[in-house]
């Protein structure tokens, strides 16, 4: 039985909707969260993670060789950081991962720009 080809239209929501920021059919520009999805990003991420295995945060502080499964941004792409610079990448555990991503929300101000962008 022939099917319709797959798309990302969604014909139910009507279009006015998608430029209200309020709307859930509103889409925002999150191009950081393209490059997480990016085949570059991923050759990145397991040649950085292959490279240096083991959380970079419990290493240092208490010499705990913990493995990392988080590759994270030094400075986060959203204040300029480039997302496949290795040099502004390192590898977290979970747990630094999440204390680092807290801190960063806590003190960056959220404007239009870094919203939207």
């Not at 859930?24 to 393209?34: I, M, Q, S, V």
């Not at 913990?66 to 986060?76: A, L, M, R």
Request: charged share 30%.
């Amino acid at each position: 039985m022939p099917t319709l080809p797959k798309t990302r239209n969604k014909p139910w929501v009507i279009q006015r909707e998608r430029k209200n920021p309020g709307s859930r059919g509103f889409k925002r520009n999150n191009n950081d969260k393209d490059v997480y999805r990016s085949r570059q990003w991923k050759a990145t991420r397991h040649h950085h993670i292959q490279r240096n295995p083991i959380c970079k945060e419990c290493f240092e502080a208490d010499e705990r060789v913990v493995s990392g499964v988080v590759v994270d941004h030094i400075t986060p792409i959203r204040q300029g950081g480039d997302p496949f610079d290795f040099g502004n990448l390192q590898t977290l555990c979970e747990h630094h991962h999440n204390i680092k991503s807290r801190q960063e929300k806590d003190t960056i101000t959220y404007t239009r720009d870094t919203m939207y962008g």
